[in-house]
Nanobody, 124 residues
Framework: QVQLVESGGGLVQAGGSLRLSCAAS????????MGWFRQAPGKDREFVAG????????YPANSIKGRFTISRDSAKNTVYLQMNSLKSEDTAVYYC?????????????????WGQGTRVTVSS
């Protein structure tokens, strides 16, 4: 089992940047593929980025790609989401998730463990 704690959310102006962190504890961090999701009010949870055990990354084919970057630091058991050129539509609660195995999945149902979420608000 793994426990996930997100941090780094907050209020930022449109065009600004934030870096979210997800600290993992418990079972070996390296055995998990990691993902970031977000959920805006009244909307479904949305896949934002994923990273496999070997550092390979996956992004959805939409406006997120090119603005967001996921990375992982195995020495710190931490996954990061660097968000640049933020837009008002990026406002949401951002969740970190872990799934046992090497492959990234864009479906939230594929992930076994979730953090509590960190809120990002982008003002226009």
């Amino acid at each position: 089992q793994v426990q996930l704690v997100e941090s780094g959310g907050g209020l930022v102006q449109a065009g600004g940047s934030l870096r979210l962190s997800c600290a993992a504890s418990g079972r070996a961090f390296g055995t998990y593929a990691m993902g970031w999701f977000r959920q805006a009010p009244g909307k479904d949870r949305e896949f934002v980025a994923g990273i496999n055990q070997r550092g390979g990354t996956t992004y959805p084919a939409n406006s997120i790609k090119g603005r967001f970057t996921i990375s992982r630091d195995s020495a710190k058991n931490t996954v990061y989401l660097q968000m640049n050129s933020l837009k008002s539509e990026d406002t949401a609660v951002y969740y970190c998730a872990a799934r046992l195995g090497d492959s990234v999945r864009s479906s939230s149902s594929a992930y076994n463990y979730w953090g509590q979420g960190t809120r990002v608000t982008v003002s226009s």
